[in-house]
């Protein structure tokens, strides 16, 4: 017997708003019928239930906030639940707009038992705090209709399956308003009362759809469904119960969105190096934050520090409504050899060091020092990325101070003792013609009577000036 599992989210909108810290009481309405379809456990308590219209569930509760429904929103909800069970589970198909269906016996070998898989699959889907109804059943029908009707249980016992099957209505079922009407006419109202017919009947006296739905709701017939397969990189959208003014506000609904991206890359041996959050205001306006990791990384609260620094220095000209995060770059993750004999010499990598100032400070204002090929001390050296690999020095490299002057200094303006001695030299240097920039000097290594060692050099004009101090 092949053994189904289906989870049902009655209130998949809702719970995936970010309500978790709301403490009104909220609905999500039908627009065509304006009636109560979704409510929070705050609005239960007040007495407001599923199916009540609109006005007289305000005059109940004078608080409530009510959102419309938006099949969009659950849709793309469907897709995170699947994506997130995905680390536990295979051959999982979406039945939008509410439910999933899962493939469970392939699942067994694997965790021992059902029991073993159960306990892993709701522990995982605990974490998303989403309400749900699920039952296991022998074909899907079986496992969906068992889990809707709020009487769904966790078994392999396929007689204990057909115990809680056969009862139930058939306003229960996946059937057609328009089959059930014709059942009902012949005093068919049941289940029991349906698969007491024969298959043969059942096409003789109504239409092959019927035939196809009793055969595999019996698992009688096969029932094709579609797999999901998750995305390649990750997006995830957020809509913001309440419009947020406060750039720090931002940080609980964003954390819940990097913590999805954690799931996504440690499923996936990935870290990422840089993410982009997309803000959409109420004035239809877009703004984008870039947020970068130099080491590259996957979890959740060393992302949060880094977004928590760029976000200190953002200013929002319209509150925010909807989030995007998305991975902009993204790579394997690297295995970490370190040399045993190196000991632990820190809380942070440098890259992580360099990660932080960049968060707090601009990516554009952490720089490296690296040498460049120019022979002019001026230009010998220059800014790069914080992150580039420096090649290592050339050992035949001559003599350089430690101390360089930005602009050489002629021997008038020094304020230490003239008198010196020139101890190595010269060293010609006649180059920079190709940028209009040339010098024709004579360096000298020189040691005067306080003990200084200068860098020291002589033009065409006989003129001597001070370019650096050795250590």
């Not at 698969?195 to 003789?204: G, M």
């Amino acid at each position: 017997m092949t053994l189904w599992l289906y989870l049902h989210f009655p209130a998949l909108q809702l719970d995936s708003l970010f309500c978790e810290y709301h403490d009104a009481p909220l609905a999500i309405v039908d627009p065509r019928t304006h009636r109560l379809i979704q409510l929070n456990p705050i609005a239960e308590q007040q007495g407001l239930a599923v199916g009540a219209g609109l006005g007289s569930a305000a005059a109940m509760c004078h608080d409530l906030q009510v959102h419309p429904y938006d099949a969009k929103v659950e849709q793309q909800a469907l897709l995170d639940i699947a994506q997130w069970l995905y680390a536990v589970t295979s051959d999982i198909s979406v039945f939008a707009p509410q439910g999933i269906m899962l493939k469970v016996s392939d699942m067994l070998t694997l965790y021992g038992g059902l029991e073993s898989y159960w306990q892993a699959l709701s522990t995982h889907l605990k974490q998303l705090k989403l309400r749900y109804l699920c039952s296991t059943g022998f074909s899907p029908y079986c496992a969906m209709l068992l889990a809707k009707s709020g009487h769904g249980i966790i078994t392999e016992n396929k007689l204990e399956l057909e115990k809680h099957l056969h009862p139930r209505s058939l306003a229960a079922t996946e059937l057609s308003v328009k089959h059930i009407e014709k059942l009902e006419r012949v005093g068919i109202q049941t289940l029991n009362d349906l698969l007491a017919l024969p298959l043969p009947d059942i096409a003789r006296r109504f239409d092959i759809d019927l035939v196809n739905y009793v055969g595999r709701l019996m698992g009688q017939f096969k029932h094709p469904l579609e797999t999901y397969h998750p995305p390649a990189q990750f997006q995830h959208h957020l809509v913001l119960l309440f419009d947020i003014e406060n750039i720090q506000w931002l940080e609980k609904p964003l954390y819940g969105l990097l913590k999805k991206l954690d799931g996504f890359l440690r499923l996936r041996d990935q870290v990422a190096y840089e993410l982009k959050l997309t803000l959409h205001q109420r004035d239809k306006s877009i703004n984008s934050i870039t947020f970068t990791s130099a080491s590259g990384d996957y979890q959740a609260d060393k992302w949060q520090k880094l977004c928590q620094l760029t976000l200190e220095s953002l200013k929002l000209d319209a509150p925010v409504q909807e989030l995007t995060l998305s991975v902009v770059r993204s790579a394997q993750k690297e295995a970490a050899n370190p040399d045993i004999f190196d000991g632990i010499k820190g809380q942070q990598t440098p890259l992580e060091l360099i990660s932080l100032l960049q968060a707090k400070l601009g990516q554009q204002r952490v720089r490296k020092v690296a040498y460049s090929h120019d022979p002019r001390p001026e230009k010998a050296n220059q800014l790069c990325d914080p992150t580039t690999k420096l090649p290592e020095l050339d050992t035949q490299t001559p003599l350089r101070p430690t101390f360089i002057y930005p602009h050489p200094l002629p021997f008038s303006d020094m304020p230490f003792n003239r008198k010196m001695q020139l101890v190595h030299g010269p060293e010609r240097l006649l180059t920079g013609w190709w940028d209009g920039e040339p010098i024709t000097r004579d360096y000298f290594i020189a040691h005067n009577e306080t003990g200084q060692w200068l860098w020291v050099y002589r033009t065409p004009q006989k003129q001597w000036f001070v370019h650096g101090q050795f250590s």
